[in-house]
């Protein structure tokens, strides 16, 4: 990496909290790492509100990357919010959830309500970017038009949707998961044509596949019925295709 030491260095997504003394040595080769000035902070990434609270409690870690954006619900505050009183930073990953969200100005104004918040915006295209670096000078501000989008958006996609995360992978069979589960958001929410092609059409007819075996349920960290979701995406997409219902 061409440098002598890393500013942070973050556990991404343990399925437990890394302890001084513990089994797995994870938190004692960190800590060795930033003794020998190799490191200079220790944080964590997680999906697991109960890992993330652990975290917290531990006193053990300066910052908690985790999912956050204008979905959020209660206990994800709350979460921003124990860190606040924790003195300790927090990085909101999926802070667009994965491209669902595609206004940026409320995604924006949104996150400011939060001054111990830092989001990861995850930009896909140029024109993004762009966007994002104009509210360097010119930040926006929640109006009631903006919190309006936020009111419909949350109407919308709060629940059984998918964030994408891909944590759910590998499928067996092959199938793309973390984009298949989330198809029928994606249709309505970004341009539709590359996911209706010959490609989109044969990932999607994978889900024929499924075996049911359930390793992507067992391995989601939002509690999804993952197979019953590619389920109920695969019957809208069959219908978008069919043209009985217009995206």
């Not at 409320?106 to 939060?114: E, G, V």
């Not at 499928?171 to 989330?182: D, F, T, Y």
């Not at 309505?188 to 092609?197: D, E, I, K, V």
């Amino acid at each position: 990496m061409q440098t002598d030491y890393i500013d942070l260095y973050q556990f991404h997504n343990p399925a437990f909290c890394p302890k001084p003394g513990d089994e797995s040595g994870l938190y004692d080769a960190a800590l060795k790492a930033k003794e020998e000035g190799k490191i200079r902070h220790i944080g964590i990434t997680n999906h697991r509100l109960a890992v993330a609270h652990e975290a917290i409690d531990s006193g053990l870690y300066e910052t908690l990357q985790f999912p956050f954006c204008y979905l959020a619900t209660g206990k994800d505050i709350e979460l921003v919010e124990k860190c606040k009183q924790a003195d300790m930073g927090f990085i909101a990953m999926k802070a667009l959830s994965g491209g669902l969200i595609n206004n940026s100005a409320a995604a924006y104004a949104f996150m400011a309500q939060y001054d111990n918040v830092l989001p990861i915006w995850g930009v896909q295209r140029e024109a993004e970017l762009d966007e994002f670096l104009s509210y360097i000078d010119t930040p926006p501000v929640m109006t009631e038009e903006l919190a309006e989008v936020i009111r419909h958006d949350r109407e919308e996609l709060l629940g059984d949707f998918c964030r994408g995360c891909g944590y759910c992978m590998p499928c067996p069979v092959g199938i793309e998961i973390n984009n298949c589960a989330r198809m029928s958001l994606l249709l309505r929410r970004s341009p539709s044509a590359a996911q209706l092609g010959p490609e989109g059409q044969e990932k999607m007819m994978k889900i024929e596949e499924c075996l049911h075996c359930n390793q992507c349920k067992s391995k989601c960290p939002y509690g999804l019925d993952t197979p019953a979701l590619l389920q109920k995406n695969l019957e809208d997409y069959k219908k978008v295709l069919a043209g009985e219902i217009t995206v």
